[in-house]
């Protein structure tokens, strides 16, 4: 039998994109940052110049991928909206639908034929695998991402999770942690369910994570005021919902915040967007420590299968995760200048992997990053 061809649309009017949200079926695959919320408040906060490319069977949309587009020097780039902000991305598919890089060719075509202006799309740090189905667009050449994504698996057990690694020292951690906190006028675990808690974690997380990036010499990218608003209504939005995309969680030591994590959530699996925590005497007792201990626990008593870290390496990841999974970049080239923009991508992401997966010499790197931007 004949596969039925599937048809290309770019969809740009706002309008247009809310109405095409609303007609998929909850069926559908999506990473936590490519779904209705993150796109529609990414581009009303932060950048207005964001697309729809999609694949339809029918008057369905079969694959659904959002984009921005930003100037990068002399080039202009389509990339998943939220730069940095989004990872473990993934693109909207429909389960009951293959798509083919042939399907994909036809995709980057007619978005040619509509925004000529744009070279390249760039869509970085990309998972495989998500709900157990597969990404359409690593049919495409890509390439890993100089960062992995780390993860556990919760087999709804607490103490199976915690006998993968030092059990013992953690439960012991755990009840030194209880007491300090007891001590220092008891503590609670908060979930925001209003825009008022939402706002008052975020305040607390952007305030600490500015001093913390200052120190490191990193750019803070979360500063612009526009992405604070984003966050912040993202947030809000999800406020108190019986099963929320986007959650916050805190922290709270003798009426303060010590620790705040931001949390979203696919069909399976949980992802840990970002945590921070309050530089202050509380700091020898590890309260962001403290708060991935009782996260880990509470998602163990749910049905999700998966709680991941996300992107990036760290020791207190390390400290937990039996899952390792490499994400990956693919880019397409629309112009001649596309091209070369995308050969130094691939030179400088060979670059920054080489740099990250030589202990010593990434360890030396993130020194000198410290001394010679942050201020100490």
Known sequence: MTRPRLDAKIIAEPGETAELWQSLPETHVFGPAQTSDWFSLWQSNVNRDCLLACLYAGET???????????????RIAAYPGGPHANCNFPGVSPAHQITSDDLKRLFDALHRVRADIDLISLERQLPTLDGYENPLLQLPSREN?????????????????ERHNAKRKWKKYRNTVRKFEEAGGYRIVTATTSGETDAMLENYLTNKAVKF?????????EPQ??????????ARHAGKVNPLFQLKALEVAGQ????LGKSWAKSQTFIDFIGITEDALNNASPGEFLFFEDIRDSCQTSLSVYSFGVGDEPYKRSWCDLETAVYDTQISLTGRGKA????????GKLVRGIKKNERLWTAVK??????????
């Open 61 to 75: 949309a079969v694959f659904v991928l959002p984009l921005e587009i930003n100037q990068i020097g002399p080039c």
């Open 146 to 162: 100089a960062n992995i994504s780390l993860a556990i698996t919760l087999d709804r057990n607490f103490q199976t999770v915690l």
């Open 214 to 222: 200052a120190k490191s010499g990193i750019r803070n990218t979360f």
């Open 226 to 235: 526009t992405i604070q608003s984003f966050f912040k209504e993202l947030f």
């Open 257 to 260: 915040y010590r620790s705040v």
């Open 341 to 348: 923009y995308a050969g130094y991508l691939v030179t400088r």
């Open 367 to 376: 020194k000198m990053r410290s001394r010679l931007l942050g201020r100490n």
